[in-house]
Nanobody, 121 residues
C-alpha cells in the first residue's frame, strides 16, 4: 500500500513537499516514482529514484525545480517541489516498480490514491 500526503494549495513560486509512505512491500526492492494527472490530460511521469537513492530521473519540465528522495529506513519517498507554476496543478501519484523504465513509461506495480496539488497564479 502506498499513501501520499502533503498536497495542498500554494501560490505560484511557492514550495510543497509530498510524501509517500509504503507498507506491505519490501520498499528497498523497488524503484519509486511520482506521476501526475491534470484534469482532461493523461497521466505523465514526473520523477523516479533508484532502489538505493543513487540514481534519479526527471521529466524535463521539472528539472531544477523538483527533487525526489527516499528514506529506506522509513519506507518513504519524497518529492520536494519548488518554484511551482500553475501548470504543475495536478493530482500527484506515488508508484513503485521494478525498473525506472517501467515508471517512466507510466506503468508500475503499485500506485497510491493520489494527492491534489493546486498552484494559483
Amino acid at each position: 500500500q502506498l499513501v501520499e500526503s502533503g498536497g495542498g494549495l500554494v501560490q505560484a513560486g511557492g514550495s510543497l513537499r509530498l510524501s509517500c509512505a509504503a507498507s506491505g512491500i519490501t520498499f528497498s526492492d523497488y524503484v519509486m516514482g511520482w506521476s501526475r494527472q491534470a484534469p482532461g490530460k493523461e497521466r505523465e511521469f514526473v520523477a523516479a529514484i533508484s532502489r538505493s537513492g543513487g540514481g534519479t530521473y526527471y521529466q524535463d519540465s521539472v528539472k531544477g525545480r523538483f527533487t525526489i528522495s527516499r528514506d529506506n529506513a522509513k519506507n518513504t519517498v519524497y518529492l520536494q517541489m519548488s518554484m511551482l507554476k500553475p501548470d504543475d496543478t495536478s493530482v500527484y501519484y506515488c508508484a513503485a516498480g521494478r525498473f525506472s523504465s517501467t515508471l517512466r513509461s507510466g506503468s508500475g506495480d503499485y500506485w497510491g490514491q493520489g494527492t491534489q496539488v493546486t498552484v494559483s497564479s
